[in-house]
C-alpha cells in the first residue's frame, strides 16, 4: 500500500511518500481501507517530537479516520467487509477501573491511533481494534465523516464530561475557527450556553456566527479580554474553553466570574503558563485539565451527529502525497474548520 512516514523527526519535510507492506488484523482487529484522514495539531507534535516524546519510527499519522472495512480478524464476528465506519481514535485496555467507569483516557495504557506509537490513517490500508470501529453517519461523505471524531469528542469531554457546562452560563471559546474550536461552539450552543468566541480575523468570525456563536471578538484588533468583560457588563463568564496555553491562559483566568472554571485540553502557544494564584482562591476559580474522551462519550457525539445538530466542518483537501502541504496549511492558521487528506 501507499502510506505517508516519517523516519525521524522534523519539519513537513519529513513526511515521506512511499510503499509499505499492508497491514495484517490480529485476531481482534480489523483493517480499513482509508477513505479519508484529517489532520490535528497533534501530527505536527508528533512529527516532530517533543523532548520527552518521541514517536516508533518509522511512523504513521493520523487520528482521524473514515472508510471501509476490508478485513476482520479470526474473533470479530459482528463486523464484516464493506461496513462503512469511522474510528474511534483513542485506545484503552477496556477492562481496568476507568475503562470500566467510561473514563477511557484515564487508562494507564491508553493510547491513541496515530498518535506516538500506533500506526495511523495517512494510508490506504490502517488497522484498529475491532471496538473502535463505528458507523459512519448515514448520509455523510467520508470526507466530512473523517472531519468530526477526534474534535468533537474532545470538545464534548471539556464542557460535557469536565466543565459540566449548564444552559444559561456564558462560555469563552478560544481560536473558534480551529477544527476544536468549531466543535466546541456548537456543542456549547447545543447545551444551550451563550458563546463568545474568539479568532484573528473577521471572514472566521463570520462563518463562526452561523454556527451558533452569540458574539464573536476578533482578537487582532481589540485586546479580547476588554471586550470579554464589556460583553458581560464586567461580570466575567462561567468557563474558558481553552486550548491555546501562554498567548491567552493568563487572561483566561481574569475573563472568569466568581465560582468560573477553566477547561484546558491543549498548549498550541507552548507548555508553560504563568498564574496568579490570588485570582485563583480569591475568585474560587476552578481549573480542569481535559484529554480526548470515552467511547461511550463519542457514541452520544455520534447521535447528534446523526440528528444534524452537530455538523463537522471541512476548510480543505489534499491527496496524501501532499501530506507536507497539508501540514503547512494546517500550521498557517488561515483555516476554518479541518484539513482533510484523501489517499
Known amino acids: ?11 513537513p519535510e519529513k513526511l515521506i511518500y512511499e510503499t509499505v507492506e499492508d497491514p495484517d488484523p490480529g485476531p481482534l482487529d480489523v483493517v480499513v481501507r482509508v477513505k479519508a484522514c484529517a489532520l490535528n495539531h497533534l501530527d505536527i507534535w ?10 516508533n519510527l518509522p511512523h504513521i499519522l493520523g487520528c482521524d479516520i473514515s472508510g471501509v472495512v476490508e478485513k476482520a480478524g479470526s474473533y470479530v464476528k459482528d463486523i464484516t467487509p464493506g461496513f462503512e465506519t469511522i474510528v474511534h481514535p483513542g485506545i484503552s485496555c477496556g477492562v481496568c477501573e476507568y475503562c470500566l ?17 500506533v500506526d495511523g490513517g495517512y494510508a490506504e490500508l490502517v488497522k484498529v481494534p475491532a471496538r473502535n470501529i463505528l458507523p459512519k453517519p448515514e448520509g455523510m461523505d ?21 466543565g459540566n457546562l449548564r444552559p444559561g452560563e456564558t462560555v469563552l471559546i478560544h481560536s473558534a475557527g480551529s477544527g476544536v474550536g468549531v466543535a466546541g461552539v ?32 476578533n ?16 461580570a466575567g463568564v462561567d468557563l474558558v474553553f481553552e486550548h491555546v496555553g501562554p498567548d491567552t491562559f493568563e487572561k483566561s483566568v481574569r475573563a472568569l466570574k466568581t465560582y468560573g472554571r477553566i477547561v484546558t485540553c491543549g498548549a498550541t502557544s507552548g507548555p508553560s503558563v504563568t498564574l496568579d494564584l490570588r485570582y485563583l482562591f480569591s475568585k474560587q476559580i476552578s481549573l480542569h485539565g481535559s484529554y480526548m474522551g470515552g467511547l461511550f462519550e463519542m457514541k452520544e457525539v455520534l447521535r447528534f451527529i446523526n440528528e444534524g445538530r452537530l455538523k463537522p466542518v471541512v476548510d480543505s483537501t489534499f491527496p496524501l502525497k501532499d501530506a507536507a502541504r497539508a501540514h503547512e496549511k494546517l500550521t498557517s492558521r488561515e483555516i476554518f474548520g479541518k484539513v482533510v487528506l484523501i489517499p
Open 142 to 162: 467520508f470526507v466530512h465523516a473523517a472531519a468530526l471524531p477526534l474534535t468533537f469528542l474532545t470538545a464534548w469531554h471539556m464542557l460535557v464530561t469536565r
Open 219 to 234: 482578537y487582532k484588533k481589540v485586546d479580547w479580554l476588554d471586550e470579554v468583560k464589556r460583553i458581560t457588563n464586567k
Open 186 to 217: 456548537q456543542v456549547a450552543k447545543l447545551l444551550g450556553a451563550r458563546v463568545i468566541a474568539t479568532a484573528s480575523s473577521d471572514w472566521k468570525l463570520e462563518k463562526i456566527r452561523s454556527l451558533g456563536a452569540d458574539e464573536t471578538i
Open 46 to 55: 508528533v512529527r516532530e517530537g517533543l523532548p520527552t516524546m518521541k514517536a
Open 1 to 11: 500500500m501507499k502510506a505517508v512516514r516519517i523516519h525521524e523527526h522534523g519539519g
Open 101 to 117: 467507569k467510561g473514563m477511557d483516557s484515564a487508562c494507564r495504557r491508553y493510547t491513541i491511533i496515530g498518535g506516538w506509537h
